[in-house]
Structure formats: structure tokens, C-alpha cells
């Protein structure tokens, strides 16, 4: 079985910026960041593949980008531009997901 450890969240001003970080128990791709806002259901947001091509939903794309260290079993999401409607816990997992979730990191932007 598959343990995500996510890390790296926090509280930060609109504009400000975030490096999220991810651990796997194990290689598994493609891998992906997900998001979940106060009483909305889980989104993915972005995706990485072992061959590095990377996938991004409309509303995140432009501003952060993931990337991954194959031998480390890592995977990232630089965040910048951060707004206040990115505020949400964020979990990495596969794509399409396992059952097994992460604690997952929390993301507050706010001034």
C-alpha cells in the first residue's frame, strides 16, 4: 500500500507564494496535487507523468507548476499568485487516486 506524506502549507498574503512537497512510500505515476475548499469535494489540480508531462486545471495554470524527483520519490507544487480562493487542504496522491489519502497540508491565503 501507498503512503502519501504532504508538507510544506501555511498561511500567506494574497500574491504570496507556497512550495508544497510530497512524499511516496513508493514510485507511482502519474501523480497528482489535489485540493479541497471548506465544504467543496476534492479537485485535482495538477499532474506529473514519469516522462515529466504535466497537466494543470484552468484555474491554477499559469500560476503553479508540480515537478517531481524521480529517485527521491518527490513530488512538488510550486505555488505563486497565490489568491484567497486557493485556500484548501492539499493532498498529493495518484491520478486517477488510490483509496488511501494522505493527512494532507493546509494552504490558507489571507491578509
Known amino acids: 500500500q501507498v503512503q502519501f506524506v504532504e508538507s510544506g502549507g501555511g498561511l500567506v498574503q494574497p500574491g504570496g507564494s507556497l512550495r508544497l512537497s510530497c512524499a511516496a512510500s513508493r514510485r507511482i505515476y502519474p501523480m497528482g496535487w489535489y485540493h479541497q475548499a471548506p465544504g467543496k469535494q476534492r479537485e485535482l489540480v495538477a499532474t506529473?507523468?514519469?516522462?515529466?508531462?504535466?497537466n494543470y486545471a484552468d484555474s491554477v495554470k499559469g500560476r503553479f507548476t508540480i515537478s517531481r524527483d524521480i529517485a527521491k520519490n518527490m513530488v512538488y507544487l510550486q505555488m505563486n499568485k497565490l489568491k484567497p480562493e486557493d485556500t484548501a487542504v492539499y493532498y498529493c496522491?495518484?491520478?486517477?487516486?488510490?483509496?488511501?489519502w494522505g493527512q494532507g497540508t493546509q494552504v490558507t491565503v489571507s491578509s
Open positions: 496522491n495518484s491520478d486517477p487516486p488510490l483509496v488511501v
Open positions: 506529473i507523468t514519469n516522462g515529466g508531462s504535466t
